[in-house]
C-alpha cells in the first residue's frame, strides 16, 4: 500500500445509523447501503469503506441517491448522509480499494478492523465533534418541508446547502 495515507480518513454513513455507531463503533459486518447490488455485495463484506477527503463528495452524493431509490421519505426514515473522520488507525488493517478510487476518482480504502466510537468525529453542519454528541445534530435542517395539497402530507426536500456535507476546508482542518 501507497505510504501517502492521508492524515484523515472519512466514512458517508446515514443519520438512522449513528445510535449503534455511538455504542458499537464501525464494524464490517454491519448493513451496507450505499451502492449495494450485484457489483458491491461481494466488495462490500471485506470491511468498512474509507475515503481521502476528495472522495466525500462522491459518497456523499451517492448516499443522497441511494436514500431516493429506496425511500419515500428520506427525513422520516433517517436517511440523511452525514460524514464521520478518524486519524488513527492500525496501518496493517487498512488497505486500498482499487474499485472505491475507481468510482470516487479518490484515494479510497478498506478497513478490515472495528473502528470504536471513541476514534470518530462526526461534522454537526458548523464544526467536527466526538461521535459521542450526535444526537445534537438537527437533522431537519437538511430539509424543507412542504405540504403536499392532495393528500396535505408533509414532502422533505434536501435543503441545497447541504448543512451535513463538509466543504473541501472543512474536510482538511484537524
Do not use: C
Amino acid at each position: 500500500m501507497s505510504e501517502k495515507v492521508p492524515g484523515w480518513l472519512y466514512h458517508v454513513t446515514y443519520y438512522n445509523r449513528l445510535a449503534s455507531i455511538a455504542e458499537t463503533g464501525l464494524v464490517s459486518t454491519a448493513a451496507r447501503a450505499i451502492g449495494q447490488g450485484a457489483g458491491y455485495s461481494t466488495h462490500s463484506a471485506q470491511g468498512i469503506f474509507l475515503s481521502a477527503a476528495d472522495g466525500v463528495l462522491f459518497w456523499y452524493g451517492r448516499a443522497q441517491a441511494w436514500a431516493e431509490h429506496n425511500s419515500d421519505n428520506w427525513y422520516e426514515d433517517g436517511l440523511l448522509p452525514v460524514v464521520l473522520r478518524l486519524s488513527k488507525w492500525k496501518k496493517s488493517a487498512l488497505r486500498e480499494d482499487p474499485i472505491g478510487t475507481r468510482d470516487a476518482y479518490a484515494d479510497a480504502y478498506i478497513y478490515t478492523a472495528p473502528i470504536p466510537p471513541q476514534r470518530l468525529e462526526i461534522w454537526n453542519g458548523e464544526a467536527w465533534e466526538l461521535l459521542q454528541h450526535w444526537d445534537t445534530l438537527a437533522p431537519e435542517n437538511a430539509f424543507t418541508p412542504e405540504i403536499d395539497e392532495e393528500s396535505g402530507d408533509t414532502i422533505y426536500w434536501w435543503n441545497q446547502d447541504e448543512p451535513f456535507l463538509p466543504s473541501r476546508e472543512q474536510l482538511e482542518e484537524g
